[in-house]
């Protein structure tokens, strides 16, 4: 038995509880082989919603997602994704999300090949729309991390030729996903057609968004990147078939097609619960589980945004792992996040007469966009700024700042919604702020600009519910600014710490190397309330001394995370190694370069 990750046993955890009863009634699980699974309907929809528990969960928050190490994170530690920020990833022997991705790409491709063999084949066309949509997500999350991987669209078994196969490019990799997600827009309901039991389910507008975000990816990929991370295909990586620059402004314009689609539907809304949250929304539609969780009362039932997401349950599936405890602790904003945010006049804070500076703690958190607000304060004490001598500078990875995004309501307290390990709120993957995102994006790489009524359909809705003013091509040229780095701005803090990883953008833009060689600071000290003030901030505690970097006000002394001394990304870090034992069952697997 070579090659373990092509090989599983039928697992029957039903996300969707509904099904389950009925699926169980059919066929004792005891009699439950792959020679009489597959052959009933229901068999079908209970495989299909087993899959969807192969979606990112909570426990993949430090390994895959979350911005953990990153260039907006100001928090060291070693190992993980910190490691690998900073370049230091090497070849491992083995690789869960390489193993698990193959793992569950077996179990859909066999749901798949066994419906090409039923009778009946209308009354499961759902299923198996479902099916092709998990088998796309599984690739794409594979071409993400890895580039080229081998191409498999038939379960396997221990003699299969495939196990032995050569990796495919990234491009042919693309075309199959690409392929499947078009399966799944034809045969997937639309969302307004799924009842409220099976929210959560694909729907025909998730298909077209998440089809948006893979073109979109690859298409700045080969538009920044190029095939420079593919390796020769001969010894090192992937290759580069079916490589088509012109795929690039085909990819964008599909884009900006699906994503309109979906905009235009009327099916979705920004969550904007702001005169009953205290303007605190972009808070509590990431911690949001029952009418206990927020202040307001309100529930899953009123989130219309996600679009795309991993769903929990208190009672069905709770997280499970430390989801309030590392969010809380890992999170924290670095001074790059922190100084990215806009006054309310709509301006840089370099730039704005609005900005208060840095002298007293509170004082950086005036006339701010509003997810500063939401984001950065104590969990404990949500919304409220905090004032001089709440945070002391004593080491301990506290370099000035709290996070409280994804952070259950009043963690720590005798009243909090919930324990951490018990969180239920679901994982956005693709939502409705991300798709306007994406719109703009589109745009502005195919045409280099967008028309002011392009950015109110878009860019301006996200900006309203921060608290922000429109912006205009006529705004941003007085002001001289310019449309991409505000759409590259609104997805930093707009997508902060989800699975839209900082990451994976500043890789497709081909920026990675630079950015993430830079020295990462915390809290500003000099002309501050810290400087020279022992009570509040002890020098020795931290493992490097505070060096000079530009800021809001000028060129001031702040705290350093990590210096860019030890930060060595490179273009050879922009694709993960293979594991090596998959290398030693198949002389034909090639490492990517670098590695």
Request: charged share 20%; proline share 4%; net charge negative.
């Given at each position: 038995?070579?090659?373990?990750?092509?090989?599983?046993?039928?697992?029957?955890?039903?996300?969707?509880?509904?099904?389950?009863?009925?699926f169980l009634d059919l066929t004792p699980l005891s009699d439950i082989t792959d020679d009489v699974y597959y052959t009933e309907a229901e068999h079908f929809l209970t495989g299909s919603n087993r899959f969807y528990t192969y979606l990112t969960t909570w426990k993949d928050d430090q390994g895959i997602f979350s911005d953990h190490g990153s260039d907006l994170v100001g928090y060291f530690e070693a190992g993980g994704m910190q490691e690998y920020?900073?370049?230091?990833?090497?070849?491992?022997?083995?690789?869960?999300?390489?193993?698990?991705?193959?793992?569950?790409?077996?179990?859909?491709?066999?749901?798949?090949?066994?419906?090409?063999?039923?009778?009946?084949?209308?009354?499961?066309?759902?299923?198996?729309?479902?099916?092709?949509?998990?088998?796309?997500?599984?690739?794409?999350?594979?071409?993400?991390?890895?580039?080229?991987?081998?191409?498999?669209?038939?379960?396997?078994?221990?003699?299969?030729?495939?196990?032995?196969?050569?990796?495919?490019?990234?491009?042919?990799?693309?075309?199959?996903?690409?392929?499947?997600?078009?399966?799944?827009?034809?045969?997937?309901?639309?969302?307004?057609?799924?009842?409220?039991?099976?929210?959560?389910?694909?729907?025909?507008?998730?298909?077209?968004?998440?089809?948006?975000?893979?073109?979109?990816?690859?298409?700045?990929?080969?538009?920044?990147?190029?095939?420079?991370?593919?390796?020769?295909?001969?010894?090192?990586?992937?290759?580069?078939?079916?490589?088509?620059?012109?795929?690039?402004?085909?990819?964008?314009?599909?884009?900006?097609?699906?994503?309109?689609?979906?905009?235009?539907?009327?099916?979705?809304?920004?969550?904007?619960?702001?005169?009953?949250?205290?303007?605190?929304?972009?808070?509590?539609?990431?911690?949001?589980?029952?009418?206990?969780?927020?202040?307001?009362?309100?529930?899953?039932?009123?989130?219309?945004?996600?679009?795309?997401?991993?769903?929990?349950?208190?009672?069905?599936?709770?997280?499970?792992?430390?989801?309030?405890?590392?969010?809380?602790?890992?999170?924290?904003?670095?001074?790059?996040?922190?100084?990215?945010?806009?006054?309310?006049?709509?301006?840089?804070?370099?730039?704005?007469?609005?900005?208060?500076?840095?002298?007293?703690?509170?004082?950086?958190?005036?006339?701010?966009?509003?997810?500063?607000?939401?984001?950065?304060?104590?969990?404990?004490?949500?919304?409220?700024?905090?004032?001089?001598?709440?945070?002391?500078?004593?080491?301990?990875?506290?370099?000035?700042?709290?996070?409280?995004?994804?952070?259950?309501?009043?963690?720590?307290?005798?009243?909090?919604?919930?324990?951490?390990?018990?969180?239920?709120?679901?994982?956005?993957?693709?939502?409705?702020?991300?798709?306007?995102?994406?719109?703009?994006?589109?745009?502005?790489?195919?045409?280099?600009?967008?028309?002011?009524?392009?950015?109110?359909?878009?860019?301006?809705?996200?900006?309203?519910?921060?608290?922000?003013?429109?912006?205009?091509?006529?705004?941003?040229?007085?002001?001289?600014m310019d449309i991409e780095t505000e759409i590259r701005r609104e997805r930093a803090i707009e997508l902060y710490a989800e699975s839209s990883s900082r990451y994976t953008d500043l890789r497709r833009w081909g920026i990675a190397e630079t950015i993430l060689g830079e020295t990462i600071y915390g809290a500003v000290i000099e002309g501050t309330v810290y400087e020279n003030n022992s009570t509040l901030y002890s020098p020795g505690s931290y493992?490097?001394?505070?060096?000079?970097?530009?800021?809001?006000?000028?060129?001031?002394?702040?705290?350093?995370?990590?210096?860019?001394?030890?930060?060595?990304?490179?273009?050879?870090?922009?694709?993960?190694?293979?594991?090596?034992?998959?290398?030693?069952?198949?002389?034909?697997?090639?490492?990517?370069?670098?590695?």
């Open positions: 038995m070579k090659k373990l990750i092509y090989l599983i046993l039928p697992c029957f955890m039903v996300l969707f509880n509904s099904c389950q009863d009925e920020s900073r370049g230091e990833t090497l070849s491992p022997i083995n690789d869960n999300y390489y193993s698990d991705a193959y793992t569950a790409i077996r179990d859909i491709n066999l749901l798949i090949e066994r419906a090409a063999e039923y009778n009946g084949e209308a009354s499961i066309t759902e299923y198996v729309a479902a099916a092709k949509f998990h088998r796309a997500w599984q690739y794409f999350f594979l071409v993400q991390r890895f580039g080229g991987v081998t191409l498999v669209t038939n379960s396997l078994d221990v003699n299969s030729e495939e196990l032995y196969a050569p990796r495919n490019s990234r491009y042919e990799v693309v075309a199959q996903i690409i392929e499947d997600l078009d399966e799944a827009i034809a045969g997937l309901p639309d969302e307004l057609n799924i009842s409220s039991d099976d929210k959560g389910k694909f729907s025909k507008e998730a298909a077209m968004a998440f089809k948006a975000d893979v073109l979109l990816h690859e298409a700045t990929w080969m538009k920044y990147v190029g095939t420079s991370t593919d390796g020769d295909g001969i010894s090192t990586g992937a290759g580069s078939a079916g490589y088509d620059a012109s795929n690039i402004i085909k990819y964008l314009q599909e884009v900006v097609t699906l994503t309109k689609a979906v905009m235009d539907s009327g099916t979705f809304e920004l969550w904007n619960y702001d005169d009953a949250l205290d303007g605190l929304s972009t808070n509590f539609l990431f911690n949001l589980e029952d009418s206990g969780s927020n202040p307001a009362g309100l529930d899953k039932a009123t989130n219309r945004e996600y679009i795309l997401y991993s769903k929990y349950d208190f009672t069905y599936r709770q997280a499970g792992t430390l989801v309030s405890h590392v969010y809380t602790g890992r999170l924290r904003p670095s001074r790059k996040m922190m100084d990215l945010f806009l006054c309310t006049d709509g301006l840089p804070i370099t730039d704005s007469p609005l900005f208060e500076g840095y002298y007293n703690t509170q004082d950086e958190f005036q006339n701010r966009d509003k997810r500063m607000r939401s984001y950065f304060t104590h969990h404990q004490s949500l919304g409220e700024i905090p004032q001089t001598g709440d945070v002391l500078l004593n080491g301990t990875n506290n370099f000035g700042y709290f996070n409280s995004k994804f952070v259950t309501w009043n963690y720590d307290l005798p009243i909090a919604n919930r324990a951490t390990q018990t969180e239920s709120y679901d994982i956005p993957l693709l939502r409705l702020a991300e798709v306007y995102l994406m719109y703009a994006e589109a745009l502005y790489e195919l045409n280099g600009a967008l028309t002011d009524t392009e950015m109110d359909e878009s860019i301006n809705l996200i900006k309203a519910r921060a608290g922000l003013p429109p912006i205009s091509n006529a705004f941003l040229t007085a002001n001289n493992n490097y001394s505070p060096e000079t970097t530009t800021t809001g006000v000028g060129d001031l002394e702040c705290l350093v995370v990590q210096p860019a001394s030890i930060r060595n990304f490179s273009r050879d870090n922009y694709l993960f190694p293979l594991p090596t034992s998959q290398i030693g069952l198949n002389d034909n697997l090639l490492q990517n370069p670098g590695y």
